[in-house]
Antibody, heavy 125, light 111 residues
């Protein structure tokens, strides 16, 4: 079955960087875009960016431009999200999510399925 | 502050029906399809509805979705205690800040 398995929880100090991995299985890795979404404690979902596992191209939410880098390793079907210059406000659960797309007459229909189990990143001095 | 607007909470008794609204604009819901996600406590979001009103396999027909103009609605009938969760609507935004957008989430309490 299609599965996304993320790396374990991290504790980082302010100013440090964190790199979270997301290993895909059960489907052709390069055929689906992958997104990263984060959720601060008690808060909603916040989109961070997207990577095309086929060519490696990326697009990031403006809020994270300059601080986030998404990469992939096709040999292990793994995508990575690295966030630098961490601050306390970056404490959150980080999710990878596969994009599903369906072309219709009017526009593309896109949604997320499945999601990884989440990785808690705690930023604390 | 989320791009899409959802009520913070809704509640109903077991067996009853509840609806959760999601309001947006012409740059997102008005011109794109809506999906809904269920997040049980301590777990990752799970797809409930896609393409406004379609259910993935395994999702019971107690869950339904609809869209009209710049708003969407999730309906849940025959409420069960296991439906207690946070529910999020999502779509894509075609404005300058193009990309996926979500509602702030709605906490469903089954009394």
């Amino acid at each position: 079955q299609v599965q996304l398995v993320q790396s374990g929880a991290e504790v980082k100090k302010p100013g440090a960087s964190v790199k979270v991995s997301c290993k895909a299985s059960g489907y052709t890795f390069t055929s689906y875009y992958m997104h990263w979404v984060r959720q601060a404690p008690g808060q909603g979902l916040e989109w961070m960016g997207i990577i095309n596992p086929s060519g490696g191209s990326t697009s990031y939410a403006q809020k994270f431009q300059g601080r986030v880098t998404m990469t992939r390793d096709t040999s292990t079907s793994t995508v990575y999200m690295e966030l630098s210059s961490l601050r306390s406000e970056d404490t959150a659960v980080y999710y990878c999510a596969r994009e599903q797309i369906k072309t219709t007459v009017t526009t593309n229909c896109r949604w997320f399925d499945p999601w990884g189990q989440g990785t808690l990143v705690t930023v604390s001095s | 502050q989320s791009v899409l607007t959802q009520p913070p909470s809704v509640s109903a008794a077991p067996g009853q029906k509840v609806t959760i609204s999601c309001s947006g604009s012409s740059s997102n819901i008005g011109n794109n399809y809506v999906s809904w996600y269920q997040q049980l406590p301590g777990t990752a979001p799970k797809l409930l509805i896609y393409e406004n009103n379609k259910r993935p396999s395994g999702i019971p027909d107690r869950f339904s979705g609809s869209k009209s103009g710049t708003s969407a609605t999730l309906g849940i009938t025959g409420l069960q205690t296991g439906d207690e969760a946070d529910y999020y609507c999502g779509t894509w935004d075609s404005s300058l800040s193009a990309g996926p957008v979500f509602g702030g989430g709605t906490k469903l309490t089954v009394l």
